[in-house]
T-cell receptor
Framework: QKEVEQDPGPLSVPEGAIVSLNCTYS??????FMWYRQYSRKGPELLMYTYSSGNKEDGRFTAQVDKSSKYISLFIRDSQPSDSATYLC???????????FGQGTILTVHP | ETGVTQSPTHLIKTRGQQVTLRCSSQSGHNTVSWYQQALGQGPQFIFQ???????GRGNFPPRFSGLQFPNYSSELNVNALELDDSALYLC?????????????FGSGTRLTVV
Protein backbone atom coordinates (compact mmCIF):
# COMPACT_ATOMS: atom_id res chain seq x y z
CA GLN A 1 0.00 0.00 0.00
CA LYS A 2 1.31 3.42 -0.95
CA GLU A 3 1.77 5.90 1.87
CA VAL A 4 -0.29 8.50 0.00
CA GLU A 5 -3.02 7.69 -2.52
CA GLN A 6 -4.38 10.27 -4.94
CA ASP A 7 -6.82 9.78 -7.78
CA PRO A 8 -4.86 10.73 -10.90
CA GLY A 9 -7.95 11.79 -12.79
CA PRO A 10 -7.86 13.35 -15.28
CA LEU A 11 -10.54 15.77 -14.14
CA SER A 12 -12.25 18.11 -16.61
CA VAL A 13 -14.67 20.80 -15.41
CA PRO A 14 -16.32 23.90 -16.89
CA GLU A 15 -15.17 27.35 -15.84
CA GLY A 16 -16.83 28.44 -12.61
CA ALA A 17 -17.25 24.93 -11.23
CA ILE A 18 -16.27 23.85 -7.74
CA VAL A 19 -13.41 21.35 -7.83
CA SER A 20 -12.71 18.79 -5.13
CA LEU A 21 -9.36 17.03 -4.98
CA ASN A 22 -8.60 14.35 -2.43
CA CYS A 23 -5.86 12.21 -0.95
CA THR A 24 -5.76 9.45 1.61
CA TYR A 25 -2.74 8.44 3.62
CA SER A 26 -1.80 5.48 5.76
CA UNK A 27 0.66 6.73 8.41
CA UNK A 28 -0.97 8.45 11.38
CA UNK A 29 2.39 10.06 12.25
CA UNK A 30 2.00 12.55 9.41
CA UNK A 31 1.45 16.04 10.80
CA UNK A 32 2.10 18.46 7.95
CA PHE A 33 -0.15 18.57 4.92
CA MET A 34 0.42 20.52 1.74
CA TRP A 35 -1.06 21.02 -1.69
CA TYR A 36 1.15 21.90 -4.63
CA ARG A 37 0.25 23.01 -8.13
CA GLN A 38 2.48 22.00 -11.02
CA TYR A 39 2.19 23.51 -14.46
CA SER A 40 3.61 21.70 -17.45
CA ARG A 41 7.43 21.80 -17.55
CA LYS A 42 7.60 23.57 -14.20
CA GLY A 43 8.38 22.55 -10.66
CA PRO A 44 5.65 22.25 -8.02
CA GLU A 45 4.61 25.46 -6.27
CA LEU A 46 3.05 25.51 -2.82
CA LEU A 47 -0.66 26.39 -2.72
CA MET A 48 -1.77 25.53 0.78
CA TYR A 49 -0.19 24.33 4.00
CA THR A 50 -1.99 22.89 7.04
CA TYR A 51 -0.60 21.59 10.29
CA SER A 52 -2.66 18.82 11.94
CA SER A 53 -6.47 18.70 11.49
CA GLY A 54 -8.76 21.48 10.41
CA ASN A 55 -9.61 23.81 7.57
CA LYS A 56 -7.65 26.59 5.95
CA GLU A 57 -8.93 29.06 3.41
CA ASP A 58 -6.98 31.27 1.00
CA GLY A 59 -9.02 33.09 -1.59
CA ARG A 60 -10.71 30.53 -3.84
CA PHE A 61 -8.82 27.63 -2.25
CA THR A 62 -9.80 25.68 0.87
CA ALA A 63 -7.75 22.86 2.35
CA GLN A 64 -9.25 20.35 4.78
CA VAL A 65 -7.51 17.75 6.90
CA ASP A 66 -9.34 14.95 8.72
CA LYS A 67 -6.72 13.03 10.66
CA SER A 68 -9.27 10.59 12.09
CA SER A 69 -10.04 9.40 8.56
CA LYS A 70 -6.54 10.06 7.20
CA TYR A 71 -8.12 12.12 4.45
CA ILE A 72 -7.15 15.49 3.01
CA SER A 73 -8.98 17.64 0.50
CA LEU A 74 -8.49 20.73 -1.60
CA PHE A 75 -11.49 22.67 -2.85
CA ILE A 76 -11.25 25.23 -5.63
CA ARG A 77 -14.20 27.61 -5.97
CA ASP A 78 -15.06 29.48 -9.17
CA SER A 79 -12.45 27.53 -11.10
CA GLN A 80 -10.64 29.34 -13.92
CA PRO A 81 -8.87 28.07 -17.04
CA SER A 82 -5.62 29.24 -15.42
CA ASP A 83 -6.21 26.63 -12.69
CA SER A 84 -5.55 23.91 -15.28
CA ALA A 85 -2.54 22.06 -13.92
CA THR A 86 -1.51 18.97 -11.99
CA TYR A 87 -2.35 19.15 -8.28
CA LEU A 88 -0.18 17.22 -5.87
CA CYS A 89 -0.86 16.50 -2.24
CA UNK A 90 2.24 16.21 -0.06
CA UNK A 91 2.61 15.04 3.51
CA UNK A 92 5.42 15.14 6.03
CA UNK A 93 5.93 13.62 9.43
CA UNK A 94 8.26 16.28 10.75
CA UNK A 95 8.79 19.99 10.27
CA UNK A 96 12.01 19.40 8.38
CA UNK A 97 11.45 15.97 6.94
CA UNK A 98 10.95 14.62 3.47
CA UNK A 99 7.75 15.27 1.58
CA UNK A 100 5.74 12.23 0.50
CA PHE A 101 3.70 13.10 -2.57
CA GLY A 102 0.58 11.66 -4.06
CA GLN A 103 0.49 10.71 -7.71
CA GLY A 104 -1.05 14.03 -8.74
CA THR A 105 -4.43 14.87 -10.26
CA ILE A 106 -4.51 16.44 -13.72
CA LEU A 107 -7.15 19.18 -13.79
CA THR A 108 -8.47 20.91 -16.90
CA VAL A 109 -10.85 23.85 -16.60
CA HIS A 110 -12.43 24.62 -19.95
CA PRO A 111 -14.01 27.99 -20.82
CA GLU B 1 10.21 34.10 -10.29
CA THR B 2 11.57 30.98 -8.60
CA GLY B 3 14.70 31.39 -6.48
CA VAL B 4 15.94 27.90 -7.33
CA THR B 5 17.76 27.42 -10.62
CA GLN B 6 18.54 24.02 -12.08
CA SER B 7 20.85 23.12 -14.95
CA PRO B 8 20.79 21.76 -17.50
CA THR B 9 17.12 21.90 -18.47
CA HIS B 10 17.27 18.76 -20.57
CA LEU B 11 19.83 16.01 -20.87
CA ILE B 12 20.16 12.79 -22.88
CA LYS B 13 22.54 10.12 -21.65
CA THR B 14 23.35 6.56 -22.60
CA ARG B 15 22.76 3.64 -20.26
CA GLY B 16 25.81 3.03 -18.09
CA GLN B 17 27.03 6.62 -18.21
CA GLN B 18 27.30 9.02 -15.28
CA VAL B 19 25.49 12.35 -14.92
CA THR B 20 25.75 15.41 -12.69
CA LEU B 21 22.78 17.72 -12.21
CA ARG B 22 23.17 21.12 -10.61
CA CYS B 23 21.02 23.32 -8.44
CA SER B 24 21.53 26.88 -7.26
CA SER B 25 19.45 27.97 -4.28
CA GLN B 26 18.70 31.38 -2.80
CA SER B 27 21.05 32.80 -0.22
CA GLY B 28 20.28 31.46 3.24
CA HIS B 29 18.54 28.32 1.99
CA ASN B 30 20.67 25.84 3.92
CA THR B 31 18.32 22.88 3.41
CA VAL B 32 18.14 21.30 -0.02
CA SER B 33 16.31 18.19 -1.15
CA TRP B 34 16.31 16.30 -4.43
CA TYR B 35 13.30 14.51 -5.88
CA GLN B 36 12.76 12.22 -8.86
CA GLN B 37 9.49 12.58 -10.75
CA ALA B 38 8.71 9.88 -13.28
CA LEU B 39 6.18 10.68 -16.00
CA GLY B 40 2.65 10.72 -14.60
CA GLN B 41 3.84 10.26 -11.02
CA GLY B 42 4.39 12.45 -8.00
CA PRO B 43 7.92 13.40 -6.95
CA GLN B 44 9.84 10.81 -4.91
CA PHE B 45 12.32 11.88 -2.24
CA ILE B 46 15.93 11.00 -3.05
CA PHE B 47 17.84 12.73 -0.23
CA GLN B 48 18.17 15.91 1.79
CA UNK B 49 21.19 17.98 2.75
CA UNK B 50 21.45 20.37 5.64
CA UNK B 51 24.56 22.50 6.12
CA UNK B 52 26.47 20.34 3.63
CA UNK B 53 25.67 17.05 5.38
CA UNK B 54 23.21 14.40 4.16
CA UNK B 55 20.47 14.13 6.80
CA GLY B 56 17.85 11.96 5.16
CA ARG B 57 17.64 9.52 2.27
CA GLY B 58 14.80 7.87 0.41
CA ASN B 59 14.67 4.42 -1.16
CA PHE B 60 17.34 5.04 -3.79
CA PRO B 61 20.53 3.01 -4.35
CA PRO B 62 24.01 4.35 -3.49
CA ARG B 63 24.69 5.18 -7.14
CA PHE B 64 22.60 8.27 -6.41
CA SER B 65 24.81 10.67 -4.48
CA GLY B 66 24.90 14.35 -3.75
CA LEU B 67 26.87 17.31 -2.55
CA GLN B 68 25.93 20.64 -1.04
CA PHE B 69 28.33 23.57 -1.13
CA PRO B 70 28.75 26.61 1.16
CA ASN B 71 27.48 28.93 -1.58
CA TYR B 72 24.01 27.26 -1.43
CA SER B 73 24.54 25.29 -4.62
CA SER B 74 24.23 21.52 -4.77
CA GLU B 75 24.71 18.57 -7.09
CA LEU B 76 23.00 15.27 -7.75
CA ASN B 77 25.24 12.59 -9.22
CA VAL B 78 23.94 9.38 -10.72
CA ASN B 79 26.34 6.61 -11.73
CA ALA B 80 25.74 3.63 -14.00
CA LEU B 81 22.60 5.11 -15.51
CA GLU B 82 19.65 2.80 -16.13
CA LEU B 83 16.70 3.31 -18.45
CA ASP B 84 14.40 3.67 -15.41
CA ASP B 85 16.40 6.70 -14.30
CA SER B 86 14.67 8.68 -17.05
CA ALA B 87 12.66 11.28 -15.16
CA LEU B 88 12.36 14.91 -14.13
CA TYR B 89 14.80 15.65 -11.30
CA LEU B 90 13.69 18.41 -8.97
CA CYS B 91 15.72 20.39 -6.47
CA UNK B 92 13.94 22.08 -3.55
CA UNK B 93 15.45 24.42 -0.98
CA UNK B 94 14.20 26.02 2.19
CA UNK B 95 15.11 28.66 4.72
CA UNK B 96 16.01 27.37 8.21
CA UNK B 97 12.79 28.66 9.78
CA UNK B 98 10.36 27.50 7.09
CA UNK B 99 10.59 23.74 7.34
CA UNK B 100 8.51 21.34 5.29
CA UNK B 101 6.11 24.02 4.03
CA UNK B 102 8.82 26.39 2.93
CA UNK B 103 10.35 24.45 0.07
CA UNK B 104 10.82 26.29 -3.21
CA PHE B 105 11.19 23.95 -6.16
CA GLY B 106 13.21 24.53 -9.26
CA SER B 107 11.80 23.77 -12.72
CA GLY B 108 13.81 20.57 -12.87
CA THR B 109 16.16 18.77 -15.20
CA ARG B 110 14.56 16.36 -17.64
CA LEU B 111 16.91 13.36 -17.94
CA THR B 112 16.42 10.83 -20.70
CA VAL B 113 18.47 7.63 -20.64
CA VAL B 114 18.67 5.74 -23.93
Amino acid sequence: QKEVEQDPGPLSVPEGAIVSLNCTYSNSAFQYFMWYRQYSRKGPELLMYTYSSGNKEDGRFTAQVDKSSKYISLFIRDSQPSDSATYLCAISGTSYGKLTFGQGTILTVHP
Amino acid sequence: ETGVTQSPTHLIKTRGQQVTLRCSSQSGHNTVSWYQQALGQGPQFIFQYYREEENGRGNFPPRFSGLQFPNYSSELNVNALELDDSALYLCASSLPDRGSYGYTFGSGTRLTVV
